[in-house]
């Protein structure tokens, strides 16, 4: 089956450095995207990686490897307002082999003080 | 963000009651999507229209029925729902259906009584 894997919550402090980890399973691989969602809100792209590797865009980064299924989103100097849900989606086939998205579960990131 | 625009925001209804619900985006795009939002679960992608032409639909109730006149506007007719039915009806848009950054609206939040 298509799923995608990343965890629930997440706490971190002000000023520190989180990494948010995805795997993933799809029918077919095109690219993975991660979209952050603060409460209430539309979700708002972040990145986009098609191929294997970092991509550095301010004070978050995308790593990607297609081998091993595998994405993280890094945020540093995190700041309150990055507390939101951070959603992985991996880029697969669906039925009647149309592009779709295989969307996560979100993970619930805390920003402390 | 006013890329995509949705009406109304908040909207609850009665099982017998018939309603739309309005997305409009304002990117130029062609694809258009609708995803239902509902809590402990992933992005459930319902509808997709490329170009006015509904692409994929995802075993959808009919009791949800999708219109796009145009590459610009589109409604998600609404009638005879069920309590389960309650939750954050996104829409969003991308260039083209098929790898592209989709760009979301903020959202319904719906309530069937």
């Known amino acids: 089956g298509q799923n995608i894997d990343q965890p629930t919550e997440m706490t971190a402090t002000e000023g520190a450095i989180v990494q948010i980890n995805c795997t993933y399973q799809?029918?077919?691989?095109?690219?993975l995207f991660w979209y952050q969602q603060h409460a209430g809100e539309a979700p708002t792209f972040l990145s986009y990686n098609v191929l294997d590797g970092l991509e550095e865009k301010g004070r978050f980064s995308s790593f990607l490897s297609r081998s091993k299924g595998y994405s993280y989103l890094l945020l540093k100097e995190l700041q309150m307002k990055d507390s939101a849900s951070y959603l992985c989606a991996a880029e697969g086939y669906g039925a009647g082999n149309n592009r779709k998205l295989i969307w996560g579960l979100g993970t619930s990131l805390a920003v402390n003080p | 963000e006013t890329g995509v625009t949705q009406t109304p925001r908040h909207l609850v209804m009665g099982m017998t009651n018939k309603k739309s619900l309005k997305c409009e985006q304002h990117l130029g795009h062609n694809a258009m999507y609708w995803y239902k939002q509902s809590a402990k679960k992933p992005l459930e992608l319902m509808f997709v229209y490329n170009f006015k032409e509904q692409t994929e639909n995802n075993s959808v109730p009919s009791r949800f029925s999708p219109e796009c006149p145009n590459s610009s506007h589109l409604f998600l007719h609404l009638h005879t729902l069920q309590p389960e039915d309650s939750a954050l009806y996104l829409c969003a848009s991308s260039a083209r259906a098929t790898g592209d950054t989709q760009y979301f609206g903020p959202g319904t939040r719906l309530t069937v009584l």
């Open positions: 799809t029918s077919g691989f095109n690219g």
